[in-house]
């Protein structure tokens, strides 16, 4: 399955971005999905994750109460939606996907990684 994350771009601290992920080459109903992120000079970091029928979804602590993930299988589409973004939120965001029913915290849980898109959020 090929990944390619969307919706970036440079927004005012407190404002908003939904970010895509489109998959191709296979339905992602029977997969897991989730979004890291890297910040300069930092390592990937969890953010969000998702279950094959959306029953179940994890957030790493600094982004729950702001962040929404959700998935359309229909259109083979999950999203990052984020609300009053922080400058601290600042990272290249990437998705991920994986055959397993398991909403994983860590890299080596997902096998298919998308390019990144970059948010910024300004002070």
């Known amino acids: 399955v090929q990944l390619q994350a969307s919706g970036g771009g440079l927004v005012q601290a407190g404002g908003s971005l939904r970010l895509s992920c489109a998959a191709s080459g296979r339905t992602l109903v029977r997969y897991s999905m989730g979004w890291f992120r890297q910040a300069p000079g930092k390592e990937r970091e969890f953010v969000a994750a998702?279950?094959?029928?959306?029953?179940?979804?994890i957030y790493v602590d600094s982004v729950k109460g702001r962040f929404t993930i959700s998935r359309d299988n229909a259109g083979n589409t999950v999203y990052l939606q984020m609300n009053s973004l922080k400058p601290e939120d600042t990272a290249v965001y990437y998705c991920?996907?994986?055959?397993?029913?398991?909403?994983?915290?860590?890299?080596?849980?997902?096998?298919?990684w998308g390019q990144g898109t970059l948010v910024t959020v300004s002070s």
């Open positions: 998702v279950v094959w029928d959306g029953r179940r979804t």
């Open positions: 991920t996907a994986d055959e397993k029913y398991r909403a994983g915290r860590h890299a080596g849980d997902y096998t298919y």
